[in-house]
């Protein structure tokens, strides 16, 4: 449907490189400007206001501007149609998250790997998200899996607000316990405190990967998610692979990939890929 609202307003050859470019968020829609098409805001406009004629759950249409950037891995939005409002409520997983799209990062794009992660949390386990936003991995594993509880960093103090208002909201509080502040100043208060750590942000992974392995109890798991240019999807994760291998070796912990996947293309022949890291550490 999306496509055809594209190719309606647009025609055919951008509709091409915009339709896939549509995100639902709640009920608002986020078109994102293809950094290299010079395309006036009007035009995006319109396709704004048929987006809304065809589907009338969407209430407002935002144009994302720019990328994801800064620390807090924000997008800059210019508002393109409907209600003035970038706040609304994403439901994932039959879990609700309250955020506004112009303060705190959510993507549509990790609704799987939230329920991928999620499966293989053991009940009882410690968990600890580190770069945990507004609470999406946290929420669904404390909704599903049971876990002890799961420490939930960010430093974006409206991801920390909407957190804690998201926890309340699905009825998990006592099991997310949501921090602000910098995950490596939290990794390093918890020596050998966590059975599973989550790494989502691709930019510190590797940087905090250290910190976060001296959170880890002597025998957990721990996410990885890092970018890769490679040619293909598997030369990506193969890439990964030697790069947390080796990391491993060098710091003197046992690694063993137990898991990996291509979690989305983000760019030609460019990949973000996840890790599931099982470490041991040998004293
Ligand atoms: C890619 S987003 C996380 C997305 C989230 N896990 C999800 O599934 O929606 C990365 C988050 O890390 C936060 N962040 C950046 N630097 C940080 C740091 N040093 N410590 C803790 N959080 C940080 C950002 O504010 C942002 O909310």
Redesign the pocket.
Known sequence: MLRDIARKVLGNSLARRIWKRVEIIGDIAVLRKPLDLDLEVEAYRNLAIELMNRLPYVKSVWLAVTPVEG???TREFVHLAGEPRSETVYKEHGCLFKLDITK????PA?NYE?ARIAKLVRPGEEVF??????G??SIIIAKYSKPKRVVS????PD?FSYMVENVRLNGVSGVVVPVL????EVARSCTNCFDRI?M??PE?AYE?FEDSVLALKDVGVIHVYEFITAKTKNEAIQEAWNKYLRRCKSIGVKAEVIGSRVVRSVGPRYYQVVLDLQLEKIS
């Open positions: 620390s807090y891995r705190v990062y959510v993507s990790l939230h998200n580190m770069f945990a936003g507004v999406l991995f960093v960010d430093i974006n991801a502040g910098d995950a490596r989550l989502p942000l510190l905090y």
